[in-house]
């Protein structure tokens, strides 16, 4: 299953594609900077070749395709699936194919870099890699508000750069200054992801547990539940996504071992409150038992609100 910070990035580049057009110009200096890019199917082929995302570039009619991958990790596979990929895209759309290949990683962009061979001797393929070292380090908000997208993608790219506190720090205050209908969903998750790094830098010491995963994943869950008490004018819909994302980050930190009974009856009858402190006391907790003792502590403070 894709981790939250790789859909993070999809999501990111699918919400704005005029972004990857941006990353993709070093490669293609003929295209514009302004140049049109509409998302396709990811999937490429009968044989369920699917990529992260697919764009036609320029026209109409488009001129180019975009293959996006995102990757986290070095993946041997990855040097076979690629260039399956490229040629089924090659296939369907009948124009030039660019291998686009997005990583916060050093070590991952230095193995996307090398090409890809059919035969094993000649090289045939050279993806376009984007890595920490192609995205800028924006430190300031001023900076960050020129180009929102691009300055979110660096601030994922840079969590464990030196200046990571500053640079998270210029992108939710540059996140803070947009309209509040517009911030909020972007805001959201970009807080999710580098709220920590803002808030309690000690949550990066080696001996505290850090998990942007988990608190994205609380996060997402609660987004999802205050947009449904929104439409229907209901808290409900807010305490169900609070307790959602609680019962996801309770999984993904301590996987098979399921909730306490007596932590699953409080995060039931707590208010919005408590349970958003909750999550806190989840993520400062190393091991289950002293993570539930935490929540326990956390959720006592119950309210008759919305039962």
Do not use: C
């Not at 547990?209 to 987004?223: D, G, R």
């Amino acid at each position: 299953m894709p981790s939250v910070l790789h859909k993070a990035i999809i999501d990111l580049i699918q919400d704005t594609p005029a972004l990857a057009v941006r990353l993709a110009l070093p490669a293609l200096p003929g295209l514009h900077p302004d140049a049109r890019a509409e998302l396709k199917p990811t999937e490429l082929a009968q044989s369920s070749l699917m990529a992260d995302l697919v764009l036609l570039l320029g026209g109409p009619p488009a001129t180019h395709t975009l293959v996006v991958e995102v990757q986290l990790k070095v993946d041997p596979e990855k040097r076979f699936v690629w260039p399956a990929y490229v040629s089924a895209a090659h296939h369907r759309y009948k124009l030039p194919v660019t291998l686009l290949v997005v990583t916060p990683s050093r070590r991952v962009a230095h193995a996307a870099r090398a090409a890809l061979s059919f035969d094993g001797h000649s090289s045939s393929l050279q993806p376009l890699v984007i890595g920490p070292d192609e995205l800028p380090i924006l430190l300031h908000a001023d900076e960050a508000a020129r180009d929102l997208d691009l300055a979110a993608l660096s601030a994922l790219a840079h969590t464990h750069h030196p200046d990571r506190v500053q640079i998270a720090r210029a992108l939710l205050e540059a996140i803070a200054r947009l309209p509040s209908r517009s911030a909020l969903s972007y805001a959201q998750l970009m807080t999710a992801m580098l709220g920590p790094i803002v808030e309690e830098a000690t949550m990066l010491k080696p001996n505290r547990l850090y998990v942007p995963e988990t608190i994205a994943m609380v996060a997402e869950a609660e987004q999802r539940g205050r947009a449904e008490g929104e439409q229907r004018g209901e808290l409900r819909g807010q305490l169900r996504g609070q307790r959602e994302g609680l019962r996801f980050g309770w999984a993904a930190r301590f996987g098979a071992v399921p909730l306490p009974a007596e932590v699953e009856a409080a995060l039931e009858q707590a208010d919005l409150g408590a349970i958003k402190r909750a999550g806190p006391a989840l993520l400062g907790a190393n091991e289950p038992t002293a993570a539930a003792a935490a929540m326990l502590t956390a959720l006592a403070g119950v309210s008759a609100l919305d039962r």
